[in-house]
């Protein structure tokens, strides 16, 4: 049995608030806002417990002030306009200037304290996802608070009692506000900073939206035909590339919260799963991988050591999560007679291009497209066109590259006698098997692929 005073202990460690101060006499911390889409350097410790920071891709991590030993964050819910990639920007809904919002860093055993203004034309709230917290804390409109009305501010505060990946977004008019981007990182770093350090760590989340080309606002109804696949609300080649020194140890933490799972791939390496949302991977229940599916409403990490050198494609292995917009509607025309479908659809349609009876790559040209939308397949490399979009990127990883420089290093250069080439043959046909009639039907002959340039 417990005592009354064992159950009142329990109950404020539990909680963990009841030594924390009424909050409404005091100043709101200010609330940074971020304008530029670029990955920013880490935010390192400034007070506190020592950690490493990560690094958010194509984003940044939300400056605190120390208040009394909490730790205090100001999120501001509010529209932003945020560039998917060079030629796109879309009208989303936020956090301090940016969709996704800025990661939260803190550290195991901190008290944070986090006020959220809303400066959205409705109401809304933030639910912590994958945090263990006091039930009043957890976000959810209507059943765990009032809604936070526009205008008004709300003051969440919890101590924070495991270290691992998190995320953050609405639990109010939830369907539309996470179409329209408002999600972000949290991470809370273990206070052992020897419990499995990495020398690079990179966040981000995913989201998809349903964006019409030419147009700049999602549809937020829409249930499974999305056209931007996005990291950190950015597409191909609007991702930065993530920069490796050869040898680090790296972790990158992935969230998703679109409606689908995502299998992420990394080219060159074999990686763990180390971290979930609901925790830290017991390094004896790991085993090799090099793609990690990541479910929906779920943060997986992986750890590597960059022991490769190059340019590593780093993407969803879904094939129509790696491209753009342009490529969702189109049908299927390999081995359709060009000239054929030319003169029907020029009938129908004189300005129209027929495109792709012998596949979709267009070897650099890229489709005349309405304003603010990006090509289907895009991106060039130092031996060409690279037909991607969506969510793909390249980590690249460099022999002596600064402890904290995350500048692009440019193209690798790879040493001599290393690269696929081609050579020279006759243009001869390679020899084939005939295959024997399926069916003794009249007139049914035999396959042969002649003619067929390979
Ligand atoms: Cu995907």
């Known amino acids: 049995m417990f005592s009354r005073r064992q159950f009142i202990g329990a109950g404020a460690a539990l909680a963990g608030v009841a030594a924390w101060s009424k909050t409404s006499a005091m100043a709101l911390p200010e609330a940074p806002i971020m304008e530029d889409a670029t990955t920013q350097p880490p935010l390192m ?50 956090y301090n200037g940016q969709s996704p919002g800025p990661t939260i860093e803190a550290v195991e055993g901190d008290k944070i304290r986090i006020f959220v203004t809303n400066k959205l034309p409705e109401h809304t709230t933030v639910h912590w996802h994958g945090m263990i917290l006091p039930s009043g804390m957890d976000g959810v409109g209507g059943l765990s608070q009032p809604h936070i009305k526009p205008g008004k501010t709300f003051v969440y505060e919890f101590a924070l009692r495991h270290s691992g990946t998190f995320m953050y977004h609405p639990h109010s008019d939830e369907m539309v506000q996470m179409a329209m981007g408002m999600m972000g990182m949290i991470v809370v770093h273990p206070r052992d900073v020897a419990f499995r350090p990495v020398d690079r760590d990179f966040v981000f989340v995913m989201s998809s939206y349903l964006i019409d080309p030419g147009t700049y606002l999602p549809k937020v109804n829409e249930m499974t035909n999305f056209n931007m696949w996005t990291w950190n609300s950015r597409v191909f080649p609007g991702i930065d590339p993530l920069p490796v020194r050869l040898g680090d140890h790296v972790r990158v933490r992935v969230g998703n919260l679109t409606m689908t799972n995502h299998p992420i791939h990394l080219h060159g390496h074999t990686f763990a799963v180390s971290c979930t949302d609901g ?69 129908l349609a004189p300005d129209a291009m027929v495109m792709g009876s012998t596949g979709m790559a267009m070897g650099g040209m890229e489709m005349p497209a309405p304003d603010n939308t990006l090509p289907m397949m895009t991106g060039t490399g130092q031996f060409g066109p690279i037909e991607m979009g969506g969510m793909f990127t390249v980590m690249k990883i460099r022999e002596g590259l600064g402890r904290d420089d995350y500048r692009d290093p440019g193209p690798y250069k790879h040493p001599a006698g290393t690269v696929a080439y081609e050579i020279e043959v006759p243009a001869v046909e390679p020899p084939r098997q005939e295959r024997p009639v399926a069916n003794d039907k009249k007139g049914a002959k035999p396959v042969n692929m002649k003619g067929m340039k390979m």
């Open 279 to 347: 925790g830290w991977v017991q390094q004896s229940a790991q085993w090799p991988e090099v793609t990690m599916d990541v479910p929906v409403g779920a943060v997986r990490a992986f750890d590597f050591v960059a022991d490769n050198p190059g340019d590593w494609a780093f993407h969803c292995h879904k094939s129509h999560h790696t491209m753009n917009a342009m490529g969702h509607d189109m049908t299927n025309l390999i081995g359709v007679s060009k000239k054929d479908l030319a003169k029907a659809v020029g009938k």
């Open 45 to 94: 410790p400034t007070s506190g417990p020592d950690y490493n920071p990560v690094v958010t891709l194509n984003g940044w991590s939300l400056p605190f002030r120390m208040n009394n030993g909490v730790k205090e964050f100001h999120l501001v819910a509010e529209p932003v306009e945020r560039e998917f990639a060079d030629g796109m920007k879309a009208h989303l809904w936020g």
